[in-house]
């Protein structure tokens, strides 16, 4: 079974501060990871994944995240926060083949604070 | 490109009732994906589509839950005999046709909010 841990409930940096959200994962074989935002009242919005290649990922919005096989963690960071980043974050896991290859599986999120 | 729309947006019934959503993908995606999200977790995986084919189903998919996709465009999510437990944000997502080498990105709705009195 495959599963994601995100150990922070909550975030808080300044504004202009770098920023990151913590993210371990398991799984059988290699992982594919991904980032998601949600907004209050939204659905999820992609930030960037990880599939093969080079262990730094970069995404939408200036985030990127740094995939580390021997840690399994695969952190989201950002140079500079700024106010609007304010949201909920998403760490999400899916397995390369096998039964449940399909599903994207979630950590319960990061509630993330930029204080101005 | 229009996204992922889901309708309703928000649902209150009553406990016992039977209600349905919607969900319209992406243009041209041929999965399908539905999700329950409740307060203070992430979403957690219930059923996919592949086309007009249900190819995988969670545990979490009581019999009481069923879910379509007839025609590989639009799907309904069905709930019979609403509980006051399946409270939650119903979220549908869509991805593109898999090529090889690669892995697709699943798009996400708004999603539909149910509240069972």
């Known amino acids: 079974a495959q599963s994601v841990a995100q150990p922070e409930d909550q975030v808080n940096v300044a504004e202009g501060n770098p920023l990151t959200v913590k993210c371990t994962y398991s799984?059988?074989?290699?992982?594919?990871l991904f980032w998601y935002v949600q907004y209050p009242n939204r659905g999820l919005q992609f930030l960037l994944k990880?599939?093969?290649?080079?262990?730094l990922v970069k995404g939408s919005y200036g985030f990127e995240a740094e995939f580390n096989k021997s840690q399994t963690s695969f952190h989201l960071k950002k140079p500079s926060a700024l106010v609007s980043d304010s949201a909920l974050y998403f760490c999400?896991?899916?397995?390369?083949?096998?039964?449940?290859?399909?599903?994207?599986?979630f950590g319960k999120g990061t509630k993330l604070s930029v204080i101005p | 490109d229009t996204g992922v729309s889901q309708d309703p947006r928000h649902k209150i019934t009553k406990r016992g009732q039977n209600v349905t959503f919607r969900c319209d993908p992406i243009?041209?995606?041929?999965?399908l994906y539905w999700y329950r999200q409740t307060l203070g977790q992430g979403p957690e995986f219930l059923t996919y589509?592949?086309?007009?084919?249900?190819?995988?189903k969670s545990r979490l998919l009581s019999d009481r839950f069923s879910a379509e996709r007839p025609k590989g465009s639009f799907s309904t999510l069905e709930i019979q005999r609403t509980e006051q437990g399946d409270s939650a944000m119903y979220l549908c997502?869509?991805?593109?046709?898999?090529?090889?080498?690669?892995?697709?990105?699943?798009?996400f709705g708004p999603g539909t909010r149910l509240t069972v009195l």
């Open positions: 997502a869509s991805s593109p046709p898999l090529v090889e080498g690669l892995t697709d990105t699943q798009y």
């Open positions: 799984v059988s074989g290699n992982p594919y």
């Open positions: 990880y599939i093969t290649g080079d262990n």
């Open positions: 999400a896991v899916r397995g390369l083949s096998g039964a449940g290859s399909y599903q994207l599986t």
């Open positions: 243009s041209e995606h041929n999965r």
């Open positions: 589509f592949q086309n007009e084919a249900q190819l995988e």
